[in-house]
């Protein structure tokens, strides 16, 4: 598997801004069968691009606001079904039909937060 992050950040003055995008692929499956052929279905993995960004402004000295988006192109997690590290022991055995540990943003679609912080 590959992952490739990329991100740019800036601050001016009260602004800050973050972007971040993550791609990842699989190559074939490592598995074979014990004749050595590997096995005819689920060998391949496709690829996932997420998008998260995040902004803040600090409106004085004490109070900071802050939001955030996580998979804003709303990706889904391609089907990894021999994954081992679902939920459930992966797609074949009734539990996750994804990879937790590289899609999770995919399974669960775009999140956005929203907050503030006050320092006294």
């Known amino acids: ?20 995008a993550l791609w990842s692929t ?3 499956a490592q598995q074979a069968f014990p004749s050595g052929n590997p ?10 691009t997420e998008l998260n ?4 402004y600090n409106v004085s000295e004490q109070l900071q606001l802050h939001a955030g988006a996580t998979n804003l192109l ?3 997690a391609p089907p990894d079904l021999q994954t081992f ?3 459930g022991g ?3 055995l009734g539990g996750a039909a ?3 540990a590289y899609h999770q943003d995919g399974a669960v679609g775009p999140m956005f937060t929203l907050g503030a912080t006050y320092t006294f």
């Open 1 to 20: 598997m590959t992952r490739s992050p990329a991100s740019r950040a800036f601050n001016r003055h009260a602004l800050g801004a973050a972007v971040a």
């Open 26 to 28: 699989h190559g074939l």
């Open 98 to 100: 994804y990879n937790p």
């Open 53 to 56: 960004v995040t902004g803040r």
């Open 39 to 48: 096995p005819p279905q689920f060998c391949r993995v496709g690829s996932f």
């Open 90 to 92: 992966g797609g074949q």
């Open 74 to 76: 709303n990706r889904h």
């Open 85 to 87: 590290g679902a939920a």
